[in-house]
Structures are given as structure tokens and as C-alpha cells.
């Protein structure tokens, strides 16, 4: 049975760092799909943050250059390695699983999910 099951979140200061893990099972290997980490900020929708298939990532506008995107097929772990946090990056965060596509954001169906962690930046 495929499952994704997020851990990591937590309560960080601004300009803090934090990573979430995203354990996947069920899956033959992690290269034969895409994986991507989304968000919902209170009161917004959900929003693509970012993906990963293979060796092809992407991110959204707003965490370039401060969160990084990792898989591992030995560990059958996905990673998003977030720093700079800002009060903004508040949310929900959730693992995600679909087809693998490249680019990854041009995926319109995400059929696999986690349950989500929270996320809270606030001094």
C-alpha cells in the first residue's frame, strides 16, 4: 500500500532553519516518480513549494535559493531543507507522489499524499 508520512515540522524563529522528511513506502523506487512538497498558509490554499523528479527540481518564487529539495532511493526518504524562514513560510506542509514529469511542476495530478506537519515561524 503507498503511503507518505511526514515528520519534522515544528515552532522556529525567523531566519531559522528546519527539515522536513517525508518517509515513503509502497513505492517500487523513488525515480519512478515525481515527488513534490506543498503548503497551505492559514486562510490561502494549498500551493505548490517544490518538486523533484529524478534529478530535476523546481522550486516556487518565494523559497528560491532558501529551501532545497532531496530524495533518496536507499532510504526511500524525500527531504526539504528549509532555511531563512520567514513568518510567511507558516503552514501545513505536505508530501505529495505523483507521475514522473519533467518538469515536475507542469504535473496537474498529485494522486498520493501525506497527512501533513506543521510549520510555524514566529518569534
Known amino acids: 500500500q503507498w503511503q507518505l508520512v511526514e515528520s519534522g515540522g515544528a515552532l522556529v524563529q525567523p531566519g531559522g532553519s528546519l527539515t522536513l522528511s517525508c518517509t515513503v513506502s509502497?513505492?517500487?523506487?523513488?525515480?519512478?516518480?515525481?515527488f513534490g512538497w506543498f503548503r497551505r498558509a492559514p486562510g490561502k490554499e494549498r500551493e505548490i513549494v517544490s518538486c523533484i523528479a529524478t534529478d530535476s527540481t523546481n522550486y516556487v518564487d518565494s523559497v528560491k535559493g532558501r529551501f532545497t529539495i532531496s530524495s533518496d532511493n536507499a532510504t526511500n526518504m524525500v527531504y526539504l531543507q528549509m532555511n531563512i524562514l520567514k513568518p510567511d513560510d507558516t503552514a501545513v506542509y505536505y508530501c505529495?507522489?505523483?507521475?514522473?514529469?519533467?518538469?515536475?511542476?507542469?504535473?496537474?495530478?498529485?494522486?498520493?499524499w501525506g497527512q501533513g506537519t506543521q510549520v510555524t515561524v514566529s518569534s
Open positions: 509502497g513505492f517500487r523506487r523513488l525515480d519512478y516518480f515525481a
Open positions: 505529495a507522489a505523483g507521475p514522473h514529469v519533467v518538469p515536475c511542476m507542469a504535473i496537474s495530478e498529485w494522486p498520493f
